[in-house]
């Protein structure tokens, strides 16, 4: 047991070397630096690919001139066959241009062979430094498989608070909508057989009626929070431009949207993710940037869809872009990452802020529109305002202008 323990903590060393004199000369300088180094001796080009095909060594020492091969060549064969062992040139004469260049090529290091008593300290010092490069790589890959289990983590919980979003605003303006409005009718029945002469009790009725109207009203406007149904039923452009509208009513920030691109429907989490995005963006606008104008735009370039909101308020500092405590910037970020797209925000002291999102289209499942149906849900869909810019060119454009 305590020879196999030995056998696999000794240091396997592949020394390509012609001449056996030398070869007995390095072996000499390794044993007397101290036990643990299994030393195996090639003199060929032939033997030395066999020998690394057949068991991949520690580490390498090298010949610079050698009958059947020349230093440069082994080197590409070692960082070919096997990139992570160290290399390194053992020779008689290797004038300091040539060393230089060794190492430019990725060589490890250099020991003349009259004086071999650096021989073992290099070597030591490559093994260490293989090991440090072995245990970071390995570090960075767990990293990035933890990386990729967040990552799909995220969309995953993205996918279910969507989904969850979508089937409580269905179910609270379907159900709890229904029930309100059934409710006001059997009001509106009762308060017709209520005697004329008891104004107390008709005036009673006409509370009641119109606090079940603001209940409605309010109910609407909880379902569209969690999920505006004009998303999924009349696509993202009208989607867009139905939370402008409601932005500038709300703020009085004049919110103006562009599109410039044929109208399509999206796949519905391209839709999400833009939507909700633009969505963090007028907050963002609301909260810091002290802006009294806001232009949007969606366009397809370059194989890439891209929304940008564009805004003439004070511009964001660098620091606050890169400030890892801004949650809203960084959820915005991975909703685009998601989607194997970009977030790109610039600004300046005075010059406003731009916020471009870019998403590849290969990500976007495209459906065109024919005519004024909804292919999805087989509903009409409601025309956005648009006007036409070239007669070849399908330009949507909507501007939400003060409201009086």
Not at 363 to 386: D, G, I, K, M, Q
Request: hydrophobic share 40%; proline share 3%; with cysteine.
């Amino acid at each position: 047991m305590d020879s196999a323990v030995r056998v696999k903590a000794e240091i396997d060393i592949l020394l390509l070397e012609d001449s056996p004199a030398d070869a007995q000369l390095v072996e000499h300088a390794l044993r007397r630096g101290g036990p643990g180094f299994n030393v195996e001796h090639v003199d060929s080009k032939r033997a030395f690919i066999h020998r690394i095909e057949q068991r991949v060594p520690d580490l390498i020492l090298s010949d610079f001139s050698l009958p059947t091969v020349d230093g440069y060549t082994a080197l590409a064969i070692a960082q070919k066959k096997c990139p992570d062992v160290p290399f390194i040139f053992v020779s008689g004469t290797l004038g300091e241009e040539t060393a230089i260049e060794t190492l430019k090529k990725g060589a490890t290091d250099y020991v003349l062979k009259h004086r071999l008593a650096r021989l073992v300290p290099s070597v030591q010092r490559a093994l260490r430094e293989a090991k440090e490069r072995t245990e970071r790589r390995r570090a960075q890959e767990q990293l990035r498989r933890s990386n990729n289990q967040l990552r799909t983590l995220s969309v995953y919980l993205q996918h279910v608070r969507e989904e969850e979003q979508i089937r409580i605003a269905r179910e609270v303006h379907d159900e709890l909508g229904q029930s309100l409005t059934g409710l006001k009718l059997q009001l509106t029945w009762l308060a017709s057989r209520l005697p004329k002469q008891s104004k107390l009790l008709h005036g009673k009725a006409r509370s009641m009626a119109a606090h079940i109207d603001e209940t409605i009203q309010a109910v609407r406007r909880i379902a569209t929070e969690l999920r505006p149904g004009v998303l999924d039923t009349a696509g993202l452009l009208a989607a867009l431009e139905w939370q402008a509208n409601r932005f500038q009513t709300q703020t009085g920030i004049v919110c103006e949207v562009k599109a410039e691109m044929i109208e399509t429907l999206w796949d519905q989490e391209l839709n999400t993710a833009f939507f909700r995005i633009f969505q963090e963006a007028l907050t963002n606008v609301i909260r810091h940037a002290n802006a009294t104008k806001v232009e949007v735009r969606l366009a397809e370039t370059g194989g890439q869809v891209v929304l940008e909101v564009k805004d003439n308020g004070r511009g964001i500092s660098e620091a606050e872009i890169h400030n890892t405590k801004s949650i809203g910037l960084l959820g915005i970020r991975e909703r685009a990452a998601l989607l194997g797209g970009t977030l790109r925000i610039e600004g300046g002291r005075g010059k406003g802020t731009t916020l471009t999102a870019r998403i590849p289209e290969t990500f976007v499942v495209r459906t065109r529109l024919h005519s004024h149906e909804n292919s999805h849900h087989r509903r009409p869909r409601r025309r956005a305002r648009r006007r036409e810019a070239h007669p070849r060119r399908s330009l949507q454009e909507s501007r939400v202008r003060r409201s009086a």
